[in-house]
């Protein structure tokens, strides 16, 4: 049997997961790109050649994988139609157009795939794809496997490193599906080693979207508006102060899972961590100093050079708010959370306040007086707006 593998994007992540599916036996790798004239400047690119994903591979050696895509289009008929998988390789903005693209000709048996998905992407899944979203099936990695970037349009990725492990969270729906977990793995090769998350709440939990909205305000919440000499370290140039914030807002993200456990049996987010533990599992072998969270972050080799985005004024640099940090972080991150958070009726405070914070820094308005109210809220994906109100509503798709 041939698994029709439908990739959505045209971009680092797209090009490099087109490349590896389409090098597997058995698999047909079908791409679309909704994006201007992108499927028409890749497939004029690509020509009569292969796709080449060049793969830093950890021992140093660097492989070559070879394939093509059967198709690159920009009509979702000829795309989603008979595809088993449909992979979303875009950033979260650019998925409603995917979800409204696939709507119609999206078989049952599919499995959707948000690699990655970011928060909310359940929400806007269901709602978009209305009365086939009971019976779809869908999974949210929680990042994107590779660190990749596109060398020659069309033609040419280069992956610099891949992760080792990597979690992912299903949503089943009554229709049966190819195996999600394996078929996955074999499309992407040995690594990362995928494992399944306990609940895609956790997922949306763990993606931790106050960090770097905490990080700007540790930063620059108290700053004069003067030109700063040069770009401050990102991670590595938080101060204590920082790090207690995000321990408090890492606490209720706890809070909020424990509160729909207790409300829901049944939903097990016992894998909820603390954000300390979390960095302690992800980054123990780059942690210089683990004592506590300011030090894991700051002593963090990974992070070793980033800095904070800016831009150039007069003669110096002045923070640029305007980049995914806020612009994603905050409407597919932190308002989800906050959503979901006062349907299960546990106060945010710590994370309220960075959110009223980050929302005035990016021009918009979502949380007003604790509520998601505010005129941009049809722009974010937090279930209210989709007509989850209650956790009922969120946990099983039906809307009340
Ligand atoms: P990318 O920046 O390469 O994506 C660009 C693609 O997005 C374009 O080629 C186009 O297909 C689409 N796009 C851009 N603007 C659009 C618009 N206005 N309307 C519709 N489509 C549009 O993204 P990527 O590097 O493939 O990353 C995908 C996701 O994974 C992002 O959320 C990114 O933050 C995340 N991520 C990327 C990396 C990486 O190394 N590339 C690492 C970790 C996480």
């Not at 069309?154 to 078929?183: F, H, Q, R, Y």
């Not at 995928?194 to 931790?208: D, G, P, Q, V």
């Not at 990974?302 to 995914?324: C, I, T």
């Amino acid at each position: 049997m041939t698994i029709k593998v439908c990739v959505c994007g045209g971009g680092n992540g797209a090009h490099t997961l087109s490349g590896l599916a389409a090098s597997r036996d058995g698999v047909e790798v079908r791409v679309l790109t909704l994006f201007a004239d992108e499927a028409e400047r890749w497939t004029k690119a690509l020509g009569g050649d292969e796709l080449t994903v060049i793969v830093n591979e950890k021992d140093g050696t660097k492989t070559e994988v070879k394939s093509r895509p059967k198709v690159i289009t920009k009509d979702p008929v000829v795309a989603i139609s008979g595809a088993d998988v449909v992979v979303l390789t875009v950033p979260a903005f650019a998925h409603e157009g995917y979800f409204q693209a696939m709507a119609p000709h999206v078989q049952d048996s599919a499995l959707i795939v948000g690699l990655p998905s970011q928060a909310g992407f359940e929400f806007q899944c269901r709602d978009i794809l209305g009365d086939k979203a009971a019976a779809v099936s869908m999974m949210s990695f929680e990042t994107l496997p590779w660190a990749c970037r596109i060398k020659e349009f069309g033609k040419k990725v280069e992956v610099l490193g891949t992760k080792s492990v990597l979690a992912a969270s299903l949503i089943k729906g009554t229709a049966e599906t190819v195996d999600p977990l394996s078929t996955l793995q074999m499309l992407h090769g040995a690594e990362p080693v995928f494992r399944l998350a306990k609940h895609f709440l956790e997922m949306l939990i763990m993606s931790y979207s106050f960090v770097h909205p905490a990080i700007l305000y540790g930063r620059w919440g108290t700053w004069d508006g003067k030109p700063v000499a040069e770009a401050p370290l990102f991670y590595q140039g938080i101060d204590q102060a920082t790090a207690d914030m995000l321990t408090a807002c890492s606490d209720e993200c706890k809070e909020v899972a424990n509160a729909i456990m207790a409300a829901c049996p049944g939903n097990d987010l016992s894998d909820v961590k603390d954000i300390y533990q979390w960095y302690l599992e992800y980054y123990h072998e780059d942690i210089q100093d683990d004592k506590d969270l300011y030090h894991a972050i700051t002593t963090n080799k990974s992070y070793k050079g980033l800095v904070h985005p800016v831009k150039a004024e007069d003669g110096g640099v002045v923070p640029d708010f305007g980049n995914r940090y806020l612009t994603e972080d905050i409407p597919m991150g932190m308002i989800v959370f906050k959503g979901v958070a006062i349907a299960a009726g546990v106060p945010i405070p710590k994370n309220d306040k960075l959110i009223m914070w980050a929302q005035e820094k990016i021009g918009k308005e979502y949380l007003v007086d604790g509520a998601l109210t505010g005129k941009d809220v049809a722009t974010t994906r937090c279930p209210q707006r989709y007509g989850f109100n209650t956790l009922n509503a969120i946990l099983t798709g039906k809307k009340e």
